[in-house]
């Protein structure tokens, strides 16, 4: 089936310093990708939504200059989280879809941020 | 506005009995739901989908009904084994071309 890698799959960092996390498709390309933020013990809140070679749409309630999101290729979408705080640290996930149709949403392993 | 909430958030079973799952969505419009499993410290896995224009749909050990007149969803999984303890999400394709989630059950399997 279609594999979604997310990179790092857990960072610490330091308060005030930015931090990007990818997501790639493997075997297939995706025109949309999409963002997603959990905190522990709760459901998923979609952050934005990315689509290849256009700017990101956001939620209502996500700041857009400190979660930079780069949707450079067909298979690569990139989460910078700039100037992180420690109430940035979060789990990160982000998913895929292979251009056919929701049916065929696929999701990284997420990617757990703590900041100091 | 659009919302996918779950009426339990825990849930205890015996093993090798069925668990239900249940979920209530609020948008009339949408059209097609998602069942997703998610273990610690993982992405969600999709389990099992249905589309509105159905009212049940059956896979490998799991079954998955709507009820479009009271907009409720529910996941059944049969003969649950230790391996199913999880949190499990509904989620909903919104009109905006989206995936919102529901807030969660854990399932938590008895010997």
């Known amino acids: 089936g279609a594999v979604v890698s997310q990179h790092p799959s857990w960072v610490i960092c330091k308060s005030g310093t930015s931090v990007k996390i990818e997501c790639r498709s493997l075997?297939?390309?995706?025109?949309?990708m999409f963002w997603y933020r959990q905190f522990p013990k709760q459901s998923l809140m979609l952050m934005a939504t990315s689509n290849e070679g256009s700017k990101a749409t956001y939620e209502q309630g996500v700041e857009k200059d400190k979660f930079l999101i780069n949707h450079a290729s067909l298979t690569l979408s990139t989460l910078t989280v700039t100037s992180a705080h420690p109430e940035d640290s979060s789990f990160y996930i982000c998913?895929?879809?292979?251009?056919?149709?929701?049916?065929?949403?696929?999701f990284g392993s997420g990617t757990q941020l703590s900041v100091l | 506005g659009e919302s996918v909430g779950l009426h339990l958030p825990t849930l205890s079973v015996q093993e090798g009995d069925n668990s239900i799952i249940n979920c209530a969505y609020s948008n009339s419009a949408s059209d097609y739901f998602i069942w997703y499993k998610q273990e610690s410290g993982k992405g969600p896995q999709f389990i099992i989908d249905i589309r509105s224009n159905m009212d049940k749909r059956q896979g490998q050990r799991v079954t998955v009904l709507l009820n479009k007149t009271v907009k409720h969803l529910s996941l059944q999984i049969a003969a649950t084994q230790p391996g199913d303890s999880a949190v499990y999400f509904c989620a909903e394709y919104s009109s905006a071309s989206k995936i919102i989630f529901g807030s969660g059950t854990r399932l938590s399997i008895r010997p």
């Open positions: 075997d297939f390309q995706a025109t949309t």
């Open positions: 998913s895929a879809v292979d251009g056919t149709g929701m049916e065929k949403l696929f």
